[in-house]
C-alpha cells in the first residue's frame, strides 16, 4: 500500500479525490478504531463512532492547521465524537455500587484463561459503564486531566476524580479474580 | 491549577496494552473494522460532495415557494389599480370636447363652404354668410385687446375703470 504524507493526504481529500479519501481512511482508521474500542461498550458501537467520526473528519477538513500532526487532529475529532455517542445513552455517568452484576458477566472460560493483552484488557473495559469507561480512557491512556475531562464531558471535576476512582477499583477487581481463578 | 497526575499500575497497564500496539491489524480481526464502515462513509461523502442533501433541497424549495408567492402578490398587487386608471382616459376628452365644442357649434353649418364652387349658390352664401373664425372672434368679447399690455377682461365681468395710475397717463396723454 502507497504511503502518503499529511500534506498529500490533505490536499488530495480537500479537492474531493477518490484516491486520497481512501488511503486516508486505509491510513488511520485501525489507529482510531482501536481508540474508539476503548469508548464503546462492542464492536458495532465503535464501528458506529468510526463512521461518523470520519464523516466528520472528511467535512471539517477545511478547519486542518497544517502545525500539528493530522493523526492528532483526527483522534481528537474521534475522542469528540465517542463522547457525544457516549452522551446519549441513558445511563451514561450511572454509579455502580455492586460490582457483582458485571463480574458475572466476565466468568467464562475465555476470560479466565486469557493472559493480558489489548484484547482482553478491552474485554475489561468494556464492562464498565460508560461514565467510567469514558474518564479511565481519557485519564489513563489518552492524557486528559481532570479539568480537561471535565470541560470535554461537561460535569465536575468531582465528577471525574469520582467516576475514576470507581473505574479502577472496578477494573482491579475483575483481574484480581481473574488472576486468582 | 492542574494537579499533577497520579498513575496507578493499572493506568500504566492499560497504557502499555494499548499504546504499543503494531500499526498492522492484529491476525484475530478484533481491531480491524468492517469493509461496510468504509461503504457508509463512502456513500455519505460522495453524496455530500453533490450537495444534494435533504436539507439543501428543503431550503432551495422554501426559498423558490417563498419568491414565487412574493412576485403572485406583487404583480396581483400592481394589476389591480391598471384598471380604473384606463377609464378616466378614455372618458376625460369627451369632457373637454363639450367645453370647446360649444362656440364651435355656430360654424358647423359654414363647412359647407366648400360648395361655394358652385356659382349658384354663392349669393345665398353671400346674404347668409356664416360666421367663420375669423367673423366670431371679434364678436366675443375676449377679444378686444386691451391697450397697453392691460389684461384680458373675463367674459362676464363689468369693465373696471383704469386705476389711477392710468388715469394718470391718460391724463398726460390729453
Known sequence: MQQWTDAELVSGVLRGNPTHQTALYKQYSVPMFRVLLRFAR?????????????????????????????????RRIMVNTALSHLRKQRDFLRDVGDFTPFENQIRTEEDFA??????????????????????????????FSH????????ITIGTSKSQLFKAREFLKKIIDKSFIS | MTEPKEFQPLDELYKNAFE??????ATSGWDLPSDQ????????ITSSKSGWTLSTIAILSTICITVAVALYFTFRDTAVPAAPLTQPVISAPPVVQEEVAA????????EK?????????KSQHTTTKAPNSTVVQPTAPATTRPKDGASHQLPGTTPQPPNS???RKNSSKN
Do not use: C, H
Open chain 2, 103 to 110: 362656440p364651435i357649434v355656430a360654424p358647423v353649418q359654414p
Open chain 2, 113 to 121: 363652404a366648400p360648395v361655394l364652387a358652385n356659382p349658384k349658390t
Open chain 2, 37 to 44: 464502515v468504509w461503504a457508509n462513509i463512502n456513500t455519505q
Open chain 2, 20 to 25: 504499543n500496539l503494531p500499526q498492522t491489524p
Open chain 1, 147 to 154: 479539568e480537561e475531562i471535565a470541560e470535554q464531558m461537561g
Open chain 1, 42 to 74: 462492542d464492536r458495532a458501537e465503535a464501528e458506529d463512532m468510526l463512521q461518523d467520526g470520519f464523516i466528520r473528519v472528511y467535512r471539517d477538513m477545511g478547519q486542518f492547521r497544517s502545525e500539528g500532526a493530522l493523526g492528532g487532529w483526527i
Open chain 1, 114 to 143: 486469557s493472559n493480558m493483552d489489548a484484547e482482553t484488557l478491552l474485554k475489561y473495559l468494556q464492562k464498565l459503564p460508560p461514565g467510567y469507561r469514558a474518564v479511565f480512557n481519557m485519564y489513563a491512556i489518552d492524557g
Open chain 2, 165 to 167: 395710475t392710468e388715469e
